[in-house]
């Protein structure tokens, strides 16, 4: 069956270490996005991907990076982690637009 | 103004009861999405809708896209129906989810 995994599920790190996150999606969806979650708000979209070579900044982007070398894949980087990105941190994937989005299980972030 | 609302942000029940989660937003959409999240764990599409009434089981969604306002009902709850259940809508400006911050169910057996 088609999946999307996350990986690791759960990381503790010191600030100011590059931390990177996998995610990974065996739909072949073009679309892919990275969210964090806190409480007091909802998913906040972190980057997006429409596709190969394509990424975008999404509204809480500062301090993160994004790669996309094949469809699969969409790494998240934190180039020096800061304690307010401790986090949980989802991936989603989507085939287009108004398509069912599918979540991986979430990676729970903390800078100490 | 959250362009998503959610409410009631935490809702208690007892086990059999009809239960509603109401979600109201501010801006054009082409779909809205409800999703369920349980603790620790990951994040379940139920339903994506743009007009009517969808049905899945023991849950029903609905949408009036004149009064910009969706309900999940769900009928006869059960205790593993506990989780976190978030609104999203895919806004016709652009073609990222936009989320509620979600209401925490509890049902108690």
């Known amino acids: 069956d088609a999946e999307i995994t996350q990986s690791p599920r759960h990381k503790i790190t010191e600030t100011g270490r590059q931390v990177t996150l996998a995610c990974h999606q065996t739909?072949?969806?073009?679309?892919m996005f990275w969210y964090r979650q806190d409480l007091g708000h909802g998913l906040r979209l972190i980057h997006y991907?429409?596709?190969?070579?394509?990424?975008n900044k999404g509204e809480v982007s500062d301090g993160y990076s994004v790669s996309r070398s094949n469809t699969e894949d969409l790494p998240l980087t934190l180039e020096s982690a800061a304690s307010s990105q401790t986090s949980v941190y989802f991936c989603?994937?989507?085939?287009?637009?108004?398509?069912?989005?599918?979540f991986g299980q979430g990676t729970r972030l903390t800078v100490v | 103004k959250n362009e998503v609302e959610q409410s009631p942000q935490n809702l208690t029940a007892q086990e059999g009861e009809f239960i509603t989660i109401n979600c109201s937003y501010s801006v054009g959409i082409s779909a809205l999405h409800w999703l369920q999240q349980h603790p620790g764990g990951g994040i379940v599409s139920l339903f994506m809708?743009?007009?009517g009434k969808k049905k899945h089981g023991r849950l029903i969604a609905t949408i009036n896209i004149q009064e910009k306002h969706s309900s999940l009902h769900i009928t006869a709850s059960h205790p593993r129906d506990s989780a976190v259940y978030i609104c999203?809508?895919?806004?016709?400006?652009?073609?990222?989810?936009?989320f509620g911050e979600g209401t925490q169910l509890t049902v108690n057996p």
């Open positions: 999203a809508v895919d806004k016709t400006s652009g073609s990222r989810l936009t």
């Open positions: 989603a994937s989507s085939a287009t637009t108004n398509t069912e989005a599918f």
């Open positions: 739909w072949n969806h073009n679309n």
């Open positions: 991907s429409y596709g190969v070579h394509d990424t």
């Open positions: 809708l743009s007009s």
